[in-house]
């Protein structure tokens, strides 16, 4: 059983900053793909941060330089630290998991939060 609860949302200007959080219960462990995907209000969704079960870490193109991805030693707490927001950023941030190597759709990943609000405003 696992269950991912995000929390950091909010509203900022741009060129304003949020971290992000996202708690993850049951068995969940290092060798688990944790990532962040984002849906806008037109229904888009891309992943825009993962550290895979390997440790390796992977951004979004639109989101290298601004954002950063990390997770304590144990994957139980997965961060983006997000710098320079842009109103473009703004979406509901889903924290996401899967056994094992991350998944190379987002509508194949296992295990979703709930999601977490971000707006920026020009």
């Known amino acids: 059983f696992v269950r991912l609860a995000e929390s950091g949302g909010g509203s900022v200007q741009a060129g304003g900053s949020l971290r992000l959080a996202c708690t993850a219960s049951?068995?969940?462990?290092?060798?688990?793909?944790l990532a962040w995907v984002r849906q806008t209000t037109a229904k888009e969704r891309e992943e825009v941060a993962r550290?895979?079960?390997?440790?390796?870490?992977g951004y979004e193109d639109s989101v290298k330089g601004r954002f950063t991805v990390s997770a304590d030693n144990d994957k139980k707490t997965l961060y983006l630290q997000m710098n320079n927001l842009k109103p473009e950023d703004t979406a509901m941030y889903y924290c996401v998991s899967e056994y094992g190597t991350c998944a190379p759709a987002v509508e194949e990943y296992d295990y979703w939060g709930q999601g977490t609000q971000v707006t920026v405003s020009s």
């Open positions: 550290i895979d079960g390997d440790g390796s870490i």
């Open positions: 049951g068995f969940v462990h290092s060798r688990w793909c």
